[in-house]
T-cell receptor, first 114, second 115 residues
Framework: KAGVTQTPRYLIKTRGQQVTLSCSPI?????VSWYQQTPGQGLQFLFE???????NKGNFPGRFSGRQFSNSRSEMNVSTLELGDSALYLC?????????????FGEGSRLTVL | QKEVEQDPGPLSVPEGAIVSLNCTYS??????FMWYRQYSRKGPELLMY????GNKEDGRFTAQVDKSSKYISLFIRDSQPSDSATYLC???????????????FGQGTTLQVKP
């Protein structure tokens, strides 16, 4: 069974640009969550999508957005990039039902903002 | 104050040692407790999962949850160099459907097991 796939793995952007990251969940998983990981703040929850609807959101500015497609694949977008957005962005999938919090993570997209 | 506190280490032990990793938390609504392991340049992988209080054992790993003290632990017996990684505790609270993907993580403890 294939795991969670994230693309691109590495990317470099400059301040003010925007970026789109992609995530393909494990087959059959309907929930996709996004996290930001930085050395200073650790892993922080961005948002969760289930059946193409955002059903949970963390405390990030509106520059961070996402969406989910009918095949459960998800994308997140960061507009007007700031230096502080440099981080590892992790996608995680789960079946989406129940409430256990058992997530399966991808290897992440490492974003560097110059 | 963060909802979940975890000593970032680093923690260095000799091979074969017993390792104890801990987290404290402040939100009494947390019911699900997890430990993730993250190797360098990889995503976190679920190591242990516990619901409410109690102990859970899986091979060399034991997870303990003490809800009265708001304290969770992970013990690694007979530690191996391959255990060298960052260990993250994570928690979630039950509620309406929709909390599945929202975990609150500790900062992570970096562990090095020396041969």
């Amino acid at each position: 069974k294939a795991g969670v796939t994230q693309t691109p793995r590495y990317l470099i952007k400059t301040r003010g640009q925007q970026v789109t990251l992609s995530c393909s969940p494990i087959s059959g998983h309907r929930s996709v969550s996004w996290y930001q990981q930085t050395p200073g703040q650790g892993l922080q929850f961005l948002f969760e999508y289930f059946s193409e609807t955002q059903r949970n959101k963390g405390n990030f500015p509106g520059r961070f957005s996402g969406r989910q497609f009918s095949n459960s694949r998800s994308e997140m977008n960061v507009s007007t990039l700031e230096l502080g957005d440099s981080a590892l962005y992790l996608c995680a999938s789960s079946p989406g039902h129940g409430n256990t919090g058992e997530l399966f993570f991808g290897e992440g997209s490492r974003l560097t903002v110059l | 104050q963060k909802e979940v506190e975890q000593d970032p280490g680093p923690l260095s032990v000799p091979e074969g040692a017993i390792v104890s990793l801990n987290c404290t938390y402040s939100n009494s609504a947390f019911q699900y407790f997890m430990w993730y392991r993250q190797y360098s340049r990889k995503g976190p992988e679920l190591l242990m999962y516990t619901y409410s209080s109690g102990n859970k054992e899986d091979g060399r790993f034991t997870a303990q949850v003490d809800k009265s003290s708001k304290y969770i632990s992970l013990f690694i017996r007979d530690s191996q160099p391959s255990d060298s990684a960052t260990y993250l505790c994570a928690m979630s609270a039950p509620g309406r459907a929709g909390n599945t993907g929202k975990l609150i993580f500790g900062q992570g403890t970096t562990l090095q097991v020396k041969p």
